[in-house]
T-cell receptor, first 116, second 109 residues
Framework: GAVVSQHPSRVICKSGTSVKIECRSLDFQATTMFWYRQFPKQSLMLMATSNEGSKATYEQGVEKDKFLINHASLTLSTLTVTSAHPEDSSFYIC????????????FGDGTRLSIL | EDKVVQSPLSLVVHEGDTVTLNCSYEVTNFRSLLWYKQEKKAPTFLFMLTSSGIEKKSGRLSSILDKKELFSILNITATQTGDSAVYLCMKTSYDKVIFGPGTSLSVIP
Protein backbone atom coordinates (compact mmCIF):
# COMPACT_ATOMS: atom_id res chain seq x y z
CA GLY A 1 0.00 0.00 0.00
CA ALA A 2 0.95 3.66 -0.30
CA VAL A 3 3.50 4.91 2.16
CA VAL A 4 3.17 8.54 1.11
CA SER A 5 -0.18 10.21 0.70
CA GLN A 6 -0.57 13.41 -1.28
CA HIS A 7 -3.70 15.50 -1.29
CA PRO A 8 -5.51 16.81 -3.24
CA SER A 9 -4.96 14.82 -6.41
CA ARG A 10 -6.39 17.53 -8.60
CA VAL A 11 -7.06 21.22 -8.19
CA ILE A 12 -8.71 23.63 -10.61
CA CYS A 13 -8.89 27.22 -9.47
CA LYS A 14 -8.87 30.80 -10.59
CA SER A 15 -5.80 32.91 -11.11
CA GLY A 16 -4.75 34.68 -7.92
CA THR A 17 -5.83 31.88 -5.62
CA SER A 18 -3.38 30.29 -3.21
CA VAL A 19 -3.34 26.51 -3.24
CA LYS A 20 -2.06 24.22 -0.51
CA ILE A 21 -0.88 20.69 -1.24
CA GLU A 22 -0.27 18.22 1.57
CA CYS A 23 2.17 15.37 1.66
CA ARG A 24 1.99 12.81 4.46
CA SER A 25 4.20 9.87 5.23
CA LEU A 26 1.91 7.13 6.47
CA ASP A 27 4.07 4.58 8.23
CA PHE A 28 7.48 6.07 8.70
CA GLN A 29 9.09 9.22 9.99
CA ALA A 30 9.98 11.37 7.03
CA THR A 31 12.97 13.39 8.10
CA THR A 32 13.32 14.66 4.57
CA MET A 33 10.64 15.51 2.08
CA PHE A 34 11.09 16.60 -1.50
CA TRP A 35 8.84 18.59 -3.78
CA TYR A 36 9.01 18.13 -7.53
CA ARG A 37 7.36 19.69 -10.49
CA GLN A 38 6.79 17.79 -13.70
CA PHE A 39 5.81 19.23 -17.05
CA PRO A 40 4.18 17.02 -19.70
CA LYS A 41 6.56 14.42 -21.11
CA GLN A 42 9.42 15.74 -19.04
CA SER A 43 11.25 14.39 -16.05
CA LEU A 44 10.81 15.46 -12.48
CA MET A 45 12.37 18.77 -11.57
CA LEU A 46 13.34 19.11 -7.94
CA MET A 47 11.94 22.31 -6.48
CA ALA A 48 12.99 22.07 -2.87
CA THR A 49 14.14 19.80 -0.12
CA SER A 50 12.73 20.17 3.34
CA ASN A 51 13.95 18.72 6.58
CA GLU A 52 11.62 18.48 9.52
CA GLY A 53 11.80 21.52 11.74
CA SER A 54 14.02 23.61 9.49
CA LYS A 55 13.65 25.86 6.49
CA ALA A 56 13.41 24.29 3.07
CA THR A 57 16.33 24.41 0.67
CA TYR A 58 15.16 25.66 -2.70
CA GLU A 59 16.72 24.81 -6.02
CA GLN A 60 18.07 27.57 -8.18
CA GLY A 61 15.35 29.40 -10.03
CA VAL A 62 12.54 28.38 -7.67
CA GLU A 63 10.92 31.34 -5.92
CA LYS A 64 10.64 30.59 -2.24
CA ASP A 65 8.06 33.32 -1.72
CA LYS A 66 5.95 31.82 -4.46
CA PHE A 67 6.22 28.22 -3.34
CA LEU A 68 5.98 28.12 0.44
CA ILE A 69 7.05 24.88 2.03
CA ASN A 70 6.37 23.90 5.59
CA HIS A 71 7.62 20.70 7.19
CA ALA A 72 6.37 21.09 10.71
CA SER A 73 6.24 17.43 11.68
CA LEU A 74 7.83 14.14 10.76
CA THR A 75 4.75 13.06 8.87
CA LEU A 76 3.53 16.18 7.12
CA SER A 77 4.92 18.67 4.64
CA THR A 78 2.88 21.24 2.76
CA LEU A 79 3.52 23.18 -0.41
CA THR A 80 1.54 26.37 -0.88
CA VAL A 81 1.49 27.93 -4.31
CA THR A 82 0.75 31.56 -3.53
CA SER A 83 -1.23 33.79 -5.87
CA ALA A 84 -1.19 31.11 -8.53
CA HIS A 85 -1.14 32.02 -12.21
CA PRO A 86 -1.73 29.89 -15.31
CA GLU A 87 2.01 29.33 -15.74
CA ASP A 88 2.01 27.58 -12.36
CA SER A 89 -0.23 24.87 -13.81
CA SER A 90 1.70 21.64 -13.59
CA PHE A 91 1.96 18.25 -11.92
CA TYR A 92 3.44 18.55 -8.45
CA ILE A 93 4.80 15.46 -6.71
CA CYS A 94 6.16 15.05 -3.23
CA UNK A 95 8.38 12.32 -1.91
CA UNK A 96 9.66 11.38 1.47
CA UNK A 97 12.55 9.48 2.89
CA UNK A 98 13.88 8.71 6.31
CA UNK A 99 17.28 10.08 5.47
CA UNK A 100 18.48 12.08 2.48
CA UNK A 101 20.26 9.45 0.51
CA UNK A 102 20.63 6.07 2.13
CA UNK A 103 16.99 5.18 1.82
CA UNK A 104 14.87 5.28 -1.34
CA UNK A 105 12.34 8.02 -1.68
CA UNK A 106 8.70 7.08 -1.72
CA PHE A 107 6.47 9.22 -3.84
CA GLY A 108 2.98 10.51 -3.40
CA ASP A 109 0.51 10.19 -6.25
CA GLY A 110 0.96 13.78 -7.29
CA THR A 111 -1.32 16.80 -7.61
CA ARG A 112 -2.49 18.07 -10.97
CA LEU A 113 -2.82 21.84 -10.59
CA SER A 114 -4.72 23.78 -13.23
CA ILE A 115 -4.98 27.55 -12.91
CA LEU A 116 -7.62 29.19 -15.08
CA GLU B 1 27.36 20.70 -13.90
CA ASP B 2 25.99 17.74 -12.01
CA LYS B 3 23.63 15.81 -14.26
CA VAL B 4 22.14 12.45 -15.11
CA VAL B 5 21.84 11.25 -18.69
CA GLN B 6 19.60 8.45 -19.83
CA SER B 7 19.48 6.62 -23.12
CA PRO B 8 17.61 5.92 -25.17
CA LEU B 9 15.00 8.60 -24.49
CA SER B 10 12.33 6.44 -26.05
CA LEU B 11 12.08 2.86 -27.12
CA VAL B 12 9.43 0.71 -28.77
CA VAL B 13 9.71 -3.07 -28.54
CA HIS B 14 7.53 -6.12 -29.02
CA GLU B 15 6.34 -8.29 -26.19
CA GLY B 16 8.94 -10.85 -25.28
CA ASP B 17 11.90 -8.68 -26.25
CA THR B 18 14.68 -7.87 -23.81
CA VAL B 19 15.57 -4.22 -23.26
CA THR B 20 18.51 -2.47 -21.67
CA LEU B 21 18.13 1.05 -20.39
CA ASN B 22 21.17 3.16 -19.68
CA CYS B 23 21.93 5.80 -17.10
CA SER B 24 25.16 7.74 -16.75
CA TYR B 25 25.99 10.34 -14.15
CA GLU B 26 28.54 12.80 -12.92
CA VAL B 27 30.69 11.63 -10.04
CA THR B 28 30.14 14.63 -7.78
CA ASN B 29 29.41 13.50 -4.22
CA PHE B 30 27.83 10.24 -5.32
CA ARG B 31 25.85 8.33 -2.70
CA SER B 32 23.40 6.11 -4.57
CA LEU B 33 21.62 5.56 -7.83
CA LEU B 34 17.98 4.62 -7.98
CA TRP B 35 15.64 3.41 -10.69
CA TYR B 36 11.96 4.26 -10.71
CA LYS B 37 9.06 3.33 -12.96
CA GLN B 38 6.53 6.03 -13.72
CA GLU B 39 3.23 5.22 -15.32
CA LYS B 40 0.37 7.67 -15.05
CA LYS B 41 1.06 9.10 -11.66
CA ALA B 42 3.95 9.02 -9.27
CA PRO B 43 7.14 7.02 -9.70
CA THR B 44 7.37 3.64 -8.03
CA PHE B 45 10.64 2.43 -6.64
CA LEU B 46 12.50 -0.35 -8.45
CA PHE B 47 16.11 -0.54 -7.30
CA MET B 48 18.65 1.29 -5.22
CA LEU B 49 22.31 0.76 -6.06
CA THR B 50 25.26 1.85 -4.00
CA SER B 51 28.00 -0.67 -4.77
CA SER B 52 29.60 -1.57 -8.08
CA GLY B 53 29.14 -4.94 -9.67
CA ILE B 54 26.34 -6.23 -7.48
CA GLU B 55 23.33 -7.08 -9.57
CA LYS B 56 19.94 -6.51 -8.07
CA LYS B 57 17.03 -8.53 -9.39
CA SER B 58 13.30 -8.41 -9.06
CA GLY B 59 11.46 -10.83 -11.31
CA ARG B 60 12.20 -9.93 -14.91
CA LEU B 61 13.97 -6.73 -13.95
CA SER B 62 17.59 -6.41 -12.95
CA SER B 63 20.02 -3.58 -12.51
CA ILE B 64 23.70 -3.09 -11.92
CA LEU B 65 25.99 -0.18 -11.18
CA ASP B 66 29.50 0.54 -12.46
CA LYS B 67 31.01 3.23 -10.27
CA LYS B 68 34.26 3.28 -12.22
CA GLU B 69 32.59 4.05 -15.51
CA LEU B 70 29.80 6.05 -13.84
CA PHE B 71 26.80 4.28 -15.27
CA SER B 72 24.02 1.91 -14.48
CA ILE B 73 21.82 -0.29 -16.61
CA LEU B 74 18.32 -1.55 -16.10
CA ASN B 75 17.44 -4.77 -17.88
CA ILE B 76 13.96 -6.02 -18.53
CA THR B 77 13.63 -9.51 -19.98
CA ALA B 78 10.57 -11.01 -21.67
CA THR B 79 8.89 -7.62 -21.76
CA GLN B 80 5.14 -7.35 -21.32
CA THR B 81 2.73 -4.57 -22.24
CA GLY B 82 2.51 -3.73 -18.54
CA ASP B 83 6.16 -2.73 -18.65
CA SER B 84 5.22 0.28 -20.77
CA ALA B 85 6.19 3.29 -18.71
CA VAL B 86 8.82 5.96 -18.25
CA TYR B 87 11.84 4.65 -16.41
CA LEU B 88 13.62 7.25 -14.37
CA CYS B 89 17.15 7.14 -13.08
CA MET B 90 17.92 9.21 -10.03
CA LYS B 91 21.26 10.01 -8.51
CA THR B 92 21.62 11.07 -4.89
CA SER B 93 24.53 12.90 -3.41
CA TYR B 94 25.14 14.20 0.06
CA ASP B 95 23.03 17.25 -0.44
CA LYS B 96 20.76 16.77 -3.40
CA VAL B 97 18.97 14.47 -5.78
CA ILE B 98 18.89 14.65 -9.56
CA PHE B 99 16.64 12.84 -11.97
CA GLY B 100 17.53 11.92 -15.48
CA PRO B 101 15.15 12.76 -18.33
CA GLY B 102 13.72 9.25 -18.34
CA THR B 103 13.37 6.54 -20.97
CA SER B 104 9.89 6.11 -22.37
CA LEU B 105 9.36 2.42 -23.05
CA SER B 106 6.46 1.19 -25.13
CA VAL B 107 5.87 -2.53 -25.37
CA ILE B 108 3.51 -3.52 -28.16
CA PRO B 109 1.72 -6.85 -28.38
Amino acid sequence: GAVVSQHPSRVICKSGTSVKIECRSLDFQATTMFWYRQFPKQSLMLMATSNEGSKATYEQGVEKDKFLINHASLTLSTLTVTSAHPEDSSFYICSASYRLSNQPQHFGDGTRLSIL
Amino acid sequence: EDKVVQSPLSLVVHEGDTVTLNCSYEVTNFRSLLWYKQEKKAPTFLFMLTSSGIEKKSGRLSSILDKKELFSILNITATQTGDSAVYLCMKTSYDKVIFGPGTSLSVIP
